[in-house]
């Protein structure tokens, strides 16, 4: 006996009409290939489109990943960081990237993988957010604002004419 997701065959003598393993036509002569074929083609294209789809899910993080870390320094500058600390500020934040960068180096990506390559990205993007926002107040200039007490006396506000 031999089965497959489509038939079941069998081999036996000769039976009767009325038997329970009756003969049949083989698979290639069925009164439904177009069907079958048109199952086929729709699966393939599919694929196709899952396999495009990913494709170009891992274009889209691998350009935006490129953006961010290219962009990092002269953000870091915009809130604040002196010169000095800029190379350590970056290093600190590099692994945030790491594991988004090494699903990305991956030889071929599943549609699942590059749908969950964009999503980490978003996930970092909102880590990257809190933590440059950490170094605004972090390298914030300190303002002194230098209080003075005014004495006033009420016989100076108010004229000599009036009365309370």
Known sequence: MRLDSTSVSVYHDDVADNSLLPHGGSKNHRPDPQRWNEVVRSSQATQQALASRAASWRQQAQETLTSVESGLRERLRTVGVPD????????GMSPIYTSIRERLSAAELSFTDARGALTALSVADAELRRRVADLREKYRPVVVVERRELRLRWADLVSSTSRL
Do not use: C, S
């Open 84 to 91: 000095e600390a800029l190379d350590e500020e970056i290093a």
